[in-house]
């Protein structure tokens, strides 16, 4: 069974910077797509971004993009989520998610699910 373990979350002040970690603990990574979410309290998850199985396509929420840069390196099974000048509407749940195939902007069309990491922005 395959499981999805992310790490790296905590509590920072406004314009700081953090990253989080995926740790997907499958035989083969490298088949594997991985995509970011979040759920901030009273809020739906959403899609965060990203990065195919390969690392060569990325995509990212607007509300991300520029800010946020996801990568993998799939000698060590992990992908990761740099997180710069955040704000406190970045404050939520963080999820990663494995994919079998492509990845997509559904938390359903992903396959392995991790359990999250709480990051908190203060203003």
């Known amino acids: 069974q395959v499981q999805v373990a992310e790490s790296g979350g905590g509590l920072v002040q406004a314009g700081a910077s953090l990253r989080l970690s995926c740790v997907v603990s499958?035989?083969?990574?490298?088949?594997?797509?991985v995509g970011w979410f979040r759920q901030a309290p009273g809020k739906e998850r959403e899609f965060v971004a990203a990065i195919s199985w390969r690392g060569v396509s990325t995509d990212y929420a607007d509300s991300v993009k520029g800010r946020f840069t996801i990568t993998r390196e799939n000698a060590k099974n992990t992908v990761y989520l740099h997180m710069n000048n955040l704000t406190p509407e970045d404050t939520a749940v963080y999820y990663c998610a494995a994919a079998r195939t492509v990845y997509g902007r559904r938390f359903s069309d992903y396959d392995f699910r991790g359990q999250g990491t709480q990051v908190t922005v203060s203003s």
């Open positions: 499958a035989r083969v990574f490298s088949a594997y797509a």
